[in-house]
Protein backbone atom coordinates (compact mmCIF):
# COMPACT_ATOMS: atom_id res chain seq x y z
CA UNK A 1 0.00 0.00 0.00
CA UNK A 2 2.98 2.67 0.53
CA UNK A 3 4.03 1.92 -2.39
CA UNK A 4 1.04 2.86 -4.56
CA UNK A 5 0.06 5.38 -2.16
CA UNK A 6 3.92 7.19 -2.86
CA UNK A 7 3.30 7.26 -6.89
CA UNK A 8 -0.52 8.31 -6.71
CA UNK A 9 1.41 11.08 -4.39
CA UNK A 10 4.53 11.85 -6.68
CA UNK A 11 2.15 12.01 -9.53
CA UNK A 12 -0.08 14.81 -7.69
CA UNK A 13 3.14 16.52 -6.96
CA UNK A 14 4.13 16.66 -10.49
CA UNK A 15 0.93 17.83 -11.77
CA UNK A 16 1.27 20.96 -9.38
CA UNK A 17 4.93 21.40 -10.24
CA UNK A 18 3.90 24.69 -12.46
CA UNK A 19 1.36 25.95 -10.08
CA UNK A 20 1.84 25.82 -6.57
CA UNK A 21 1.76 28.62 -3.66
CA UNK A 22 4.45 28.41 -0.71
CA UNK A 23 5.14 29.71 2.35
CA UNK A 24 7.45 30.06 4.69
CA UNK A 25 6.77 28.37 7.88
CA UNK A 26 10.30 29.45 9.42
CA UNK A 27 13.34 31.24 7.89
CA UNK A 28 14.14 29.00 4.89
CA UNK A 29 11.81 25.94 5.66
CA UNK A 30 9.06 26.17 2.79
CA UNK A 31 6.16 24.34 2.50
CA UNK A 32 3.70 24.51 -0.84
CA UNK A 33 -0.12 22.96 -1.23
CA UNK A 34 1.87 20.08 -3.44
CA UNK A 35 3.65 19.15 -0.12
CA UNK A 36 -0.16 19.74 1.69
CA UNK A 37 -2.19 17.82 -1.40
CA UNK A 38 0.51 14.85 -1.16
CA UNK A 39 -0.16 14.56 2.59
CA UNK A 40 -3.80 14.57 2.47
CA UNK A 41 -3.70 11.72 -0.21
CA UNK A 42 -1.24 9.70 1.68
CA UNK A 43 -3.50 10.26 4.78
CA UNK A 44 -6.70 8.95 3.43
CA UNK A 45 -5.25 5.72 2.09
CA UNK A 46 -4.00 5.07 5.58
CA UNK A 47 -7.63 5.88 7.21
CA UNK A 48 -9.26 4.22 4.69
CA UNK A 49 -6.88 1.15 4.78
CA UNK A 50 -4.94 0.84 8.06
CA UNK A 51 -6.69 3.10 10.18
CA UNK A 52 -5.00 1.56 13.46
CA UNK A 53 -1.90 2.48 11.96
CA UNK A 54 -0.08 5.37 13.54
CA UNK A 55 0.78 8.36 11.67
CA UNK A 56 3.64 11.01 11.94
CA UNK A 57 3.64 13.86 8.57
CA UNK A 58 5.85 16.88 8.68
CA UNK A 59 2.76 18.68 7.32
CA UNK A 60 0.30 17.07 9.70
CA UNK A 61 1.70 17.13 12.96
CA UNK A 62 -1.33 17.75 14.51
CA UNK A 63 -3.08 14.60 13.50
CA UNK A 64 0.14 12.26 14.85
CA UNK A 65 -1.55 9.05 16.00
CA UNK A 66 0.11 6.12 18.14
CA UNK A 67 0.06 2.31 16.65
CA UNK A 68 1.76 -0.69 16.46
CA UNK A 69 2.78 0.04 13.31
CA UNK A 70 3.71 4.25 12.01
CA UNK A 71 3.32 5.71 8.87
CA UNK A 72 6.24 8.70 8.48
CA UNK A 73 6.11 10.40 5.74
CA UNK A 74 7.58 13.38 4.16
CA UNK A 75 5.05 14.24 1.45
CA UNK A 76 8.09 16.40 -0.57
CA UNK A 77 11.18 15.68 1.13
CA UNK A 78 13.46 18.17 -0.69
CA UNK A 79 10.44 21.20 -1.20
CA UNK A 80 13.05 23.90 -1.41
CA UNK A 81 14.56 21.53 -4.98
CA UNK A 82 10.75 21.78 -5.91
CA UNK A 83 10.64 25.19 -5.12
CA UNK A 84 13.72 26.19 -7.37
CA UNK A 85 13.12 23.53 -10.28
CA UNK A 86 15.51 20.83 -9.04
CA UNK A 87 14.99 17.06 -9.76
CA UNK A 88 15.86 15.89 -6.29
CA UNK A 89 13.24 16.06 -4.38
CA UNK A 90 10.89 12.93 -3.35
CA UNK A 91 8.18 11.36 -1.71
CA UNK A 92 9.09 9.46 0.90
CA UNK A 93 6.80 6.78 3.38
CA UNK A 94 7.93 5.13 5.89
CA UNK A 95 6.98 2.19 8.03
CA UNK A 96 8.35 1.53 11.75
CA UNK A 97 7.75 -1.23 14.00
CA UNK A 98 8.94 -1.14 17.37
CA UNK A 99 11.67 1.44 16.82
CA UNK A 100 12.96 -0.33 13.24
CA UNK A 101 12.44 0.67 9.31
CA UNK A 102 10.32 -2.53 7.84
CA UNK A 103 9.24 -0.79 5.06
CA UNK A 104 10.07 2.06 2.68
CA UNK A 105 8.85 4.26 -0.62
CA UNK A 106 10.95 6.85 -2.02
CA UNK A 107 8.83 7.78 -5.39
CA UNK A 108 10.55 10.96 -7.80
CA UNK A 109 7.95 13.04 -8.90
CA UNK A 110 9.97 14.12 -11.93
CA UNK A 111 10.44 10.60 -13.66
CA UNK A 112 8.08 8.38 -12.10
CA UNK A 113 10.57 6.24 -10.86
CA UNK A 114 9.42 4.24 -7.21
CA UNK A 115 12.31 2.99 -5.13
CA UNK A 116 10.40 0.64 -2.70
CA UNK A 117 10.75 -2.37 -0.65
CA UNK A 118 10.38 -4.27 2.73
CA UNK A 119 12.27 -6.03 5.41
CA UNK A 120 12.19 -9.74 4.00
CA UNK A 121 11.00 -9.67 0.65
CA UNK A 122 13.68 -6.79 -0.51
CA UNK A 123 13.76 -3.92 -2.95
CA UNK A 124 11.51 -3.81 -5.85
CA UNK A 125 13.06 -3.60 -9.22
CA UNK A 126 13.08 0.09 -10.34
CA UNK A 127 14.64 1.81 -13.27
CA UNK A 128 17.40 4.12 -11.64
CA UNK A 129 20.07 4.64 -14.24
CA UNK A 130 18.61 7.62 -15.17
CA UNK A 131 17.79 9.90 -12.17
CA UNK A 132 19.70 12.90 -11.38
CA UNK A 133 22.32 12.67 -8.17
CA UNK A 134 22.86 8.90 -9.25
CA UNK A 135 25.88 7.68 -11.41
CA UNK A 136 24.57 7.84 -14.93
CA UNK A 137 26.58 5.82 -16.55
CA UNK A 138 30.02 7.28 -14.63
CA UNK A 139 32.10 5.30 -11.88
CA UNK A 140 34.22 6.65 -9.16
CA UNK A 141 33.53 6.58 -5.45
CA UNK A 142 29.82 8.40 -5.04
CA UNK A 143 29.76 9.91 -1.45
CA UNK A 144 26.31 11.65 -1.27
CA UNK A 145 26.12 14.69 0.79
CA UNK A 146 23.34 17.69 1.67
CA UNK A 147 24.18 20.79 -0.07
CA UNK A 148 23.31 22.46 3.16
CA UNK A 149 25.72 20.76 4.79
CA UNK A 150 28.43 21.61 2.20
CA UNK A 151 27.46 25.58 1.87
CA UNK A 152 27.27 25.86 5.46
CA UNK A 153 30.93 24.65 5.55
CA UNK A 154 30.22 21.51 7.79
CA UNK A 155 32.25 19.16 5.96
CA UNK A 156 35.54 21.92 6.64
CA UNK A 157 38.45 19.55 6.75
CA UNK A 158 36.57 16.43 5.08
CA UNK A 159 39.83 14.19 3.53
CA UNK A 160 40.04 14.64 -0.10
CA UNK A 161 40.52 10.61 -0.63
CA UNK A 162 36.83 10.19 0.25
CA UNK A 163 35.19 12.89 -2.43
CA UNK A 164 31.43 14.06 -1.65
CA UNK A 165 28.65 14.68 -3.73
CA UNK A 166 25.87 17.23 -2.80
CA UNK A 167 22.50 15.98 -3.44
CA UNK A 168 19.41 16.84 -2.35
CA UNK A 169 16.83 15.05 -0.38
CA UNK A 170 18.42 13.20 2.18
CA UNK A 171 14.72 10.07 1.48
CA UNK A 172 16.24 10.10 -2.21
CA UNK A 173 20.01 10.21 -1.28
CA UNK A 174 19.58 7.07 0.59
CA UNK A 175 17.21 5.35 -1.74
CA UNK A 176 19.71 5.61 -4.68
CA UNK A 177 22.54 4.35 -2.22
CA UNK A 178 20.03 1.08 -1.82
CA UNK A 179 19.83 1.17 -5.59
CA UNK A 180 23.83 1.48 -5.82
CA UNK A 181 23.37 4.64 -7.43
CA UNK A 182 25.44 5.90 -4.36
CA UNK A 183 28.14 4.23 -2.52
CA UNK A 184 27.22 6.05 0.93
CA UNK A 185 25.59 8.91 2.40
CA UNK A 186 27.21 11.21 5.49
CA UNK A 187 24.67 13.08 7.08
CA UNK A 188 27.14 15.00 9.70
CA UNK A 189 23.80 16.40 11.46
CA UNK A 190 20.71 15.13 13.15
CA UNK A 191 17.37 14.44 11.40
CA UNK A 192 13.63 14.66 11.28
CA UNK A 193 11.96 11.39 11.28
CA UNK A 194 10.22 12.19 8.34
CA UNK A 195 13.15 13.17 6.52
CA UNK A 196 15.40 9.71 6.73
CA UNK A 197 12.70 6.96 7.78
CA UNK A 198 11.25 6.12 4.32
CA UNK A 199 15.11 6.22 3.23
CA UNK A 200 15.87 3.92 6.01
CA UNK A 201 13.15 0.88 5.05
CA UNK A 202 14.57 1.08 1.55
CA UNK A 203 17.65 0.38 2.74
CA UNK A 204 16.99 -2.54 4.68
CA UNK A 205 15.02 -4.30 2.43
CA UNK A 206 18.80 -3.87 0.05
CA UNK A 207 20.35 -5.71 3.27
CA UNK A 208 21.75 -2.26 4.43
CA UNK A 209 21.67 0.14 7.99
CA UNK A 210 23.01 3.05 9.21
CA UNK A 211 25.68 3.34 11.59
CA UNK A 212 25.27 6.44 14.13
CA UNK A 213 28.62 8.73 14.60
CA UNK A 214 28.53 8.24 18.39
CA UNK A 215 28.80 4.86 17.84
CA UNK A 216 25.58 4.17 19.88
CA UNK A 217 22.35 2.07 19.09
CA UNK A 218 19.66 4.26 18.57
CA UNK A 219 15.72 2.84 18.17
CA UNK A 220 13.87 4.61 15.11
CA UNK A 221 11.61 7.01 16.95
CA UNK A 222 7.99 7.25 15.81
CA UNK A 223 7.45 10.42 17.23
CA UNK A 224 8.74 13.52 16.62
CA UNK A 225 12.77 13.09 18.02
CA UNK A 226 15.41 14.22 15.98
CA UNK A 227 17.52 11.00 14.47
CA UNK A 228 20.89 11.65 15.53
CA UNK A 229 23.94 11.98 12.52
CA UNK A 230 25.30 8.72 10.79
CA UNK A 231 26.83 7.33 7.80
CA UNK A 232 25.80 4.59 5.45
CA UNK A 233 27.73 2.82 2.86
CA UNK A 234 27.59 -0.47 0.65
CA UNK A 235 31.20 -1.28 1.63
CA UNK A 236 31.68 -1.91 5.41
CA UNK A 237 35.08 -0.83 4.63
CA UNK A 238 34.08 2.45 3.97
CA UNK A 239 31.49 2.71 6.64
CA UNK A 240 34.51 2.55 8.85
CA UNK A 241 36.73 5.06 6.95
CA UNK A 242 33.46 7.50 6.88
CA UNK A 243 32.73 7.06 11.00
CA UNK A 244 36.20 7.73 11.65
CA UNK A 245 36.36 10.79 9.52
CA UNK A 246 32.72 12.39 10.82
CA UNK A 247 34.19 11.90 14.24
CA UNK A 248 37.39 14.02 13.43
CA UNK A 249 34.94 16.31 12.25
CA UNK A 250 32.32 16.77 15.37
CA UNK A 251 35.70 16.58 17.65
Known sequence: MIERVAVEAAGAVWAMRDRFVAEEKRPDDWVTDADRAAD???RTARDLWFPEDGWLSEESLSESAAGAFTWVVDPID?????????????????LIWRGLAVGGAVAHPPSGVL??????AGCRPADTGRLPGGREGTTGL????????VGHSRFA???AELPLTPVGSIAYKLALVAYGEGDAVVSITGK???DVIGGFGVLRAAGLEPRFIDGRDHALPATNERVPPFVVARDPS???DLLAAARRLRH
Open 40 to 42: RLI
Open 78 to 94: GTREFLTGSPEHAVSIG
Open 115 to 120: MAGSLG
Open 142 to 149: RILVSRTD
Open 157 to 159: GWP
Open 192 to 194: HPW
Open 238 to 240: LAT
